[in-house]
């Protein structure tokens, strides 16, 4: 298993590891507890291409050099927060208007930075519109076939 700890979360380390798996904090090489081996040198760390002119400032330029968490770990963090009743109230008041609600619901549904509430409460709407719909042409066409006999029936006895 693992024998070395994250410094930030305190999570287990895989060996070799680079980044803790749970926080994306950078390991240090004493943390992951890498097997050295003689035979094999170690490679040098290659500085990045400056592509900006000289005059760029020190903190800038470190600012460029820090890891960052990845998009997806951000993301899907920001998509597990509790959805609040104004989140709902808004919610259901952008799916009030005519054609940006049917779009809305589809980005909610479907898109993959949606708050994990907002997501499942636009797939239940789509349900229930689609079940909507088709009990809808299910009753128009029982009333047609009640009605058309009737009306034929009105229109040759006259």
Do not use: H
Request: hydrophobic share 45%; net charge neutral; with cysteine.
């Amino acid at each position: 298993m693992s024998s070395a700890f994250c410094t930030e979360c305190g999570s287990g380390l895989e060996m070799g590891a680079k980044f803790c798996d749970n926080c994306g904090a950078s390991v240090l090489p004493s943390q992951a507890a890498q097997p050295q081996t003689q035979s094999q040198p170690q490679p040098q760390p290659v500085k990045p291409i400056q592509s900006q002119p000289a005059a760029v400032e020190p903190a800038a330029y470190q600012s460029q050099q820090q890891y960052t968490a990845p998009a997806q770990a951000a993301a899907k963090a920001a998509s597990n927060e509790t959805l609040g009743v104004f989140g709902y109230i808004l919610t259901m008041l952008g799916l009030s208007i005519p054609i940006v609600g049917i779009i809305l619901v589809f980005v909610w549904a479907f898109g993959a930075n949606t708050n994990l509430a907002r997501k499942n409460f636009s797939r239940a709407v789509l349900i229930l519109g689609v079940i909507g719909i088709v009990f809808a042409i299910a009753l128009a066409s029982t009333i047609q076939s009640i009605l058309v006999p009737l009306f034929m029936e009105l229109s040759e006895g006259m």
